[in-house]
């Protein structure tokens, strides 16, 4: 999950890795680093903490150099610190790696180099790499490139790294395999990195590499590519879609509110070209290409991990309700090991908003080995889950920079709802009446969510209350169950605050052991659904002291009077409720988390995409 970046070229390389790393801080920022060549010097420096530290660090140091590679650690092997950050050296400290994902094998290897005589200043996996790399370069006396290759023949896990050698000031070789790596190319310079984010500022035009593949960018020769088998690959250049502008944050003080922000637009971006309000219909491209899979699917499997897991709960109830399919709602770390029953006419959706996580990605593989039919739902274009599924759906949702997802989870919850009224209808499952309902209302949510951050000031008011709370209960029934646990997982990603989320009424199965005075319960109860069932909950916390934070349909009286707070959503069908009920519930997490001073864009512990397992 550590972010990488590597540049070569005829500017100053420094300006343009320690931007990079500014921008792929998301993906990790235990420590930083970079390693520079120049006058026929390799300089590495390193520092624990963000990049901010590395940049204190490398004051008044030699940053000259037009070729460089830098790193940005969510550590995995070793703790966080200065020794533990990359880049590593080779023994020799001829060559330098920086390195994301994990080698598993590590500790054979590095049993083997011992007996070689090579020594280990760290406790990460990459350094045995690079230890590697230069052991079968000295004994078997090949160029870098082929080292790399022979090395990576041996290694057994997921790496995108980068390697610079000393004496070679106008070659970079980088590889990968279950990790993302991307390649940007400009006027005579290269760029690499994680993903497109450092990119965009300098070219729009990227070559992602694909699984297995070496590609060295060499000055004067340009970008090659082979696989770690030595077949020649042809380079497949692609344009990027986002701009510069989707990765600032645009006068607000963080990401996270930014993104919560641009829900209304990131939601009409998913439904543009898909919902027709005029001829009342919905078009879904990846549906239409594969229509008779679906209609004779005997059943879909989602695979996802958490936020992306909580959206695939919500699918699932679409999915059942309108197409009368039945649904299986996985999580990707459990699915790809358990063994699951997978059948030739099952439909496995995928879903990951970076379109890299290392779980979702392995499930595909399982899915598509077993003769599953893959359907990716993804953001990032061009990731490695769109290119390795069957069909899918891109939600347009735009560069999500803060750890925390919010406007990605409602893009996914937004493709999923139209995929279940698409199957519905073709198959007959759901009424007319109902389908065109859903769909008019569907088209107004953009609208409704501007409604509902209107009130941001007032839950930013009232969320110093809760500041104080070491736990809270989110309560939901229905749609509004997966609501709940998306709720509560947010207030415990940023502001580490102990949160649960339960269905409504299996709290009386225990959880209301806990509630008391000091115990804030949040509780999604809209006009409709199950309401007069979730008033009967609400007054079970009420006659037990508890705090009751309510999320209502404007114009409610009954649970609102329960309530100690209300945040009043516009009224909407069942089936739509998640996508108003979520935004009060992220903006409720950031202002606790902002009032508690935490970091709320790159909370403690948390990395962005989670490309390791």
């Keep these: 999950m550590c972010g990488i970046v590597g540049y070569i070229g005829t500017k100053q390389a420094y300006p343009i890795l320690i931007k990079g790393l500014r921008r792929l801080e998301y993906r990790g920022y235990d420590s930083a680093g970079i390693a520079l060549l120049h006058n026929d010097n390799l300089n590495v420096y390193k520092a624990k903490g963000k990049v901010s530290d590395l940049v204190q660090f490398a004051e008044q140091k030699d940053i000259e150099g037009t070729?460089?590679?830098?790193?940005?650690?969510?550590?995995?092997?070793?703790?966080?610190?200065?020794?533990?950050?990359?880049?590593?050296?080779?023994?020799?400290?001829?060559?330098?790696?920086?390195?994301?994902?994990?080698?598993?094998?590590?500790?054979?290897?590095?049993?083997?180099?011992?007996?070689?005589?090579?020594?280990?200043?760290?406790?990460?996996?990459?350094?045995?790499?690079?230890?590697?790399?230069?052991?079968?370069?000295?004994?078997?006396?090949?160029?870098?490139?082929?080292?790399?290759?022979?090395?990576?023949?041996?290694?057994?896990?997921?790496?995108?790294?980068?390697?610079?050698?000393?004496?070679?000031?106008?070659?970079?070789?980088?590889?990968?395999?279950?990790?993302?790596?991307?390649?940007?190319?400009?006027?005579?310079?290269?760029?690499?990195?994680?993903?497109?984010?450092?990119?965009?500022?300098?070219?729009?035009?990227?070559?992602?590499?694909?699984?297995?593949?070496?590609?060295?960018?060499?000055?004067?020769?340009?970008?090659?590519?082979?696989?770690?088998?030595?077949?020649?690959?042809?380079?497949?250049?692609?344009?990027?879609?986002?701009?510069?502008?989707?990765?600032?944050?645009?006068?607000?003080?963080?990401?996270?509110?930014k993104e919560i922000n641009e829900q209304p637009k990131t939601l009409s971006d998913s439904m543009r070209g898909r919902v027709n309000i005029d001829e009342n219909n919905i078009t879904l491209a990846g549906f239409i290409d594969n229509k008779e899979k679906f209609l004779k699917a005997k059943r879909i499997i989602i695979t996802a991990c958490g936020t992306s897991w909580h959206a695939g709960l919500i699918g699932k109830y679409a999915i059942e309700e309108f197409a009368r399919i039945p649904v299986e709602v996985e999580y990707s770390s459990e699915f790809r090991y358990r063994k699951p029953v997978i059948n030739p006419d099952d439909i496995v959706i995928a879903i990951s908003q970076s379109g890299e996580t290392a779980d979702t990605l392995a499930a595909v593989e399982l899915a598509k080995s077993k003769g599953a039919f893959i359907f990716g739902i993804c953001n990032v274009v061009g990731s490695s889950i769109p290119r390795n599924t069957h069909s899918g759906c891109y939600t347009h949702a735009g560069p999500e920079i803060g750890v925390a997802s919010t406007k990605a989870f409602t893009a996914q919850v937004t493709v999923l709802t139209m995929l279940a009224l698409i199957i519905g209808k073709e198959k007959g499952t759901i009424s007319q009446e109902d389908y065109l309902k859903i769909v008019y209302e569907l088209a107004r949510i953009p609208e409704k969510i501007k409604e509902i951050l209107k009130q941001d000031k007032v839950i930013a008011e009232f969320s110093k209350t809760f500041t104080y709370a070491q736990n809270f209960i989110y309560l939901g029934r229905g749609y509004n169950f997966p609501v709940a646990l998306e709720g509560a997982l947010k207030l415990k990603e940023i502001s580490y605050i102990h949160a649960e989320g339960y269905p409504a009424a299996e709290m009386k199965h225990g959880p209301i052991a806990l509630i008391s005075q000091e115990m804030p319960v949040v509780v999604i109860a809209p006009s409709v659904g199950m309401y007069e069932k979730v008033v009967s909950n609400i007054q079970e916390i009420k006659a037990r002291k508890g705090k009751i934070i309510s999320i209502v349909t404007e114009g409610d009286v009954v649970v609102s009077n329960l309530s100690d707070y209300s945040i009043f959503i516009p009224d909407t069908v069942e089936c739509l409720v998640p996508l108003l009920a979520a935004i009060p519930l992220q903006l409720l997490a950031y202002h606790i988390a902002v009032v508690k001073g935490c970091d709320v864009d790159q909370p403690r512990n948390l990395a962005k995409s989670v490309t390791v397992e």
């Design 67 to 257: 070729i460089g590679i830098a790193h940005t650690r969510w550590a995995t092997h070793g703790e966080p610190n200065q020794v533990n950050a990359h880049p590593h050296f080779s023994q020799s400290e001829e060559l330098a790696i920086i390195h994301n994902g994990i080698i598993e094998n590590y500790a054979v290897l590095k049993e083997g180099l011992k007996k070689h005589g090579y020594t280990f200043s760290s406790d990460t996996d990459t350094e045995v790499l690079i230890q590697l790399i230069e052991f079968i370069k000295k004994s078997n006396k090949v160029d870098l490139t082929t080292a790399v290759q022979l090395a990576l023949n041996q290694v057994v896990g997921a790496y995108a790294i980068a390697v610079i050698e000393k004496g070679q000031p106008d070659l970079i070789v980088a590889a990968r395999k279950g990790s993302p790596l991307v390649v940007g190319i400009g006027e005579d310079e290269y760029f690499l990195a994680s993903d497109a984010t450092p990119i965009i500022e300098y070219t729009n035009k990227v070559v992602y590499i694909g699984e297995e593949e070496i590609v060295t960018l060499e000055r004067g020769k340009g970008l090659k590519i082979r696989t770690i088998g030595n077949v020649e690959k042809t380079p497949e250049v692609m344009q990027l879609e986002m701009t510069l502008s989707q990765l600032e944050k645009g006068g607000y003080p963080h990401f996270m509110i």
